[in-house]
DNA sequence: TCTGGGGTCCTAGGACCC
DNA sequence: TCTGGGGTCCTAGGACCC
């Protein structure tokens, strides 16, 4: 008797420089042309066009280093519109939808299809009606690759970006083992995913040079080296399906907002500002995905680039009696913890807050022996659920506590934004205006 | 003058229990 | 001076991802 064993199978869509993707398809004067995204706070650079990485500019080089040399050579530069991204992001996913029932979205530029189950006869093909589809409907290049395994599919849509001849697909489940062996060679230590910095550097230096050279490493050494997370990517580069997206990652185990200021910040009371800010934006998340949570974490810290001054960074955590979604609750603890970690004199430059012990709205676990009035908990409910109708229909920030102030002199620096051409009515697209 | 933000998973080690 | 063994839970910290 045969017993059939259902092969896996993954394909990995990739979206080419998918922010600088986002401002090409609103602004067509910017093909063919270089063109960069900034990182928030307009520090680093997150997202360059090919003609931008032919000019030798590198992922995540700091913008004040660089400027001169982005101008010189007439390079477009925007501060990034998340907004428009995260929106272009949402168009991208339901059009993949289209092309297989199981989308695992990865991040926002990045999404697995699991294949397994689909009736497809030639992979290559598909791919490339995908590609086609997505770039004729929403206007963003994308890649695929396809392999037995998420690593596999990873691998191929790497292979497949530098090499234009493959017309933005790779299929290798289609190659003989020799072939993809081949291949696998070729992709380099540091380029598998799941192998970082400093795990490159250990590798190289204990001969491991290439995705060749790992996969026909010793599984038990390497998992003393780099714990199971090595373990399984070995797994995978000899064709085993074993590493998994978490499928529920839309409830999320921990909430953060973090933001560097847009300029320095001495005094407590413009922490505190920044501080209520990113609380209020956290629960917000939190009650999005209908949750509570127990506790809250705050972090300040000077500029650790900053050579010279004595770098300092603290935090605190706090804990709440029982699970909540109330913006008052965590801001009236963040501030609490604030006058823990707060040592004057110093230039503050950043600030964060975690959220952490999440727990579904519905269970709300009474501890015993303290005090749990579900009534103001109603209450407190029904005004947090006002206040996002509220932000929701007339824009972020319309209701928010004083305690976030009005000034705002620590904001991002945001100089080079382009417009939310789809998500506000006031910046739309003007065509021949 | 100017260097992002938001996540995940794993392990070691301490606290605590019987 | 001697000072068990085994289990669980929690947290901090380190690695990684985009």
Same mark, same amino acid.
């Not at 199981?102 to 030639?122: C, G, M, P, R, T």
């Given at each position: ?218 599984? *038990?050494?390497?998992? =003393? &080296?780099?714990? $199971?997370?090595?373990?399984? %990517? /070995?797994? !995978? ?107 004057? *004199?110093?230039?503050? =430059? &950043?600030?964060? $807050?975690?959220?952490?012990? %999440? /727990?579904? !709205? ?72």
């Amino acid at each position: 008797m045969a017993i059939i064993i259902n092969k896996k199978i993954y394909a990995l869509v990739d979206c080419n420089n998918f922010f600088v993707s986002c401002e090409r398809v609103f602004n067509p004067k910017l093909r063919q042309v270089p063109v960069v995204v900034l990182t928030n706070n307009d520090g680093c650079i997150i997202a360059r066009s090919n003609e931008a990485k032919a000019l030798g500019i590198k992922m995540a080089e700091p913008f004040f280093k660089c400027r001169d040399y982005l101008e010189a050579n007439n390079v477009k530069i925007f501060s990034p519109n998340f907004r428009l991204y995260g929106d272009m992001s949402h168009r991208v996913m339901s059009e993949l939808e289209s092309f297989c029932s199981k989308v695992e979205v990865y991040s926002i530029d990045e999404a697995f299809l699991d294949l397994s189950e689909q009736h497809i006869n030639d992979y290559h093909k598909w791919g490339q009606q995908l590609v086609d589809k997505v770039y004729k409907n929403i206007g963003i290049p994308v890649t695929v690759g396809i392999g037995a395994n998420r690593t596999l599919a990873k691998i191929a849509t790497e292979i497949a970006k530098h090499s234009p001849e493959m017309n933005g697909v790779l299929d290798l489940e289609g190659c003989h083992e020799k072939k993809i062996d081949e291949y696998l060679k070729k992709v380099e230590i540091q380029d598998i995913w799941g192998i970082g910095r400093k795990y490159a550097v250990k590798l190289r230096s204990l001969g491991f040079y290439s995705a060749y050279d790992l996969k026909n490493a010793d599984i *038990g050494w390497i998992r =003393k &080296k780099l714990t $199971v997370m090595g373990q399984r %990517i /070995v797994m !995978e580069l000899n064709g085993k399906a074993c590493r998994n997206i978490d499928d529920i990652r839309n409830t999320k185990k921990a909430i953060a907002s973090t933001r560097s200021f847009g300029k320095y910040v001495t005094t407590k009371r413009e922490i505190a500002e920044a501080v209520s800010l990113y609380v209020a934006r956290a629960v917000e998340k939190l009650r999005r995905q209908k949750s509570r949570a127990e506790s809250i974490t705050l972090y300040i810290r000077t500029n650790p680039h900053k050579s010279g001054e004595q770098y300092y960074s603290n935090s605190g955590t706090a804990q709440l009696e029982y699970p909540s979604s109330f913006t008052p609750d965590f801001v009236k603890l963040a501030l609490k913890i604030l006058d823990n970690v707060y040592v004057p *004199g110093k230039k503050y =430059k &950043k600030a964060g $807050v975690f959220l952490t012990g %999440i /727990v579904p !709205e519905s269970v709300l676990q009474r501890k015993l022996f303290h005090k749990y009035d579900s009534d103001s908990v109603k209450i407190n409910d029904n005004l947090m659920k006002c206040l996002d109708t509220i932000n929701g229909a007339y824009g972020k920030r319309t209701l928010r506590l004083a305690s976030e102030g009005f000034e705002r002199r620590w904001y991002m620096k945001q100089n080079l934004l382009s417009k939310r051409f789809t998500s506000s009515w006031d910046e739309l697209l003007v065509v021949g205006g």
